[in-house]
């Protein structure tokens, strides 16, 4: 058996609901994918003239070590199109490694839990959805007290504004 590591998706280019059912069947090549969250309509945060986006999440069971999972999660989204040309700009696909397991990882190519899990509505909502009780390895909380912090902010930048999609 291996760890179980919480992966943030999400797409506002071209069909991005098939984009996000895409990059779920890509990434389950690298594992086995337990459980993929509703998709959720949200604005952009950071670089607001972009279209909306469409977020979720999944969690992956997998015998790879999280730097090799980061790899692997970025070949996806290179094999799917995806071009940074813009800061937090447009993308065909986005996947971010937000929790493996209780690892805590500080390195140059990685950091883990990711940095900004605890800011974004947009993370939190799906993960909550499908892992709620999974817990932050160092600020020992769980994700679904993290959304209720998030959501208690108000930040009208990061809301998810519309019900799941599926």
Known sequence: MG???????GSNVGDCEGNLLEAVRRVGAL?????????YDTAPVGYLDQARF???ALLLETSLEPVELLRGLLGVELAMGRVRVVDKGPRVIDLDLILYGGRVVATEELTLPHPA?????FVLEPLAEIAGGMVHPVLGVSVGEMLKVVVGKGDENDTTDTPPMR
């Not at 760890?3 to 998706?9: D, G, K, M, R, S």
């Not at 594992?31 to 998709?39: E, K, P, T």
């Open 3 to 9: 760890e179980l590591a919480a992966i943030a998706l």
């Open 31 to 39: 594992g086995l994918v337990r459980a993929v969250s509703s998709f």
């Open 54 to 56: 469409l977020n979720g």
């Open 117 to 121: 899990m605890g800011e974004r509505r």
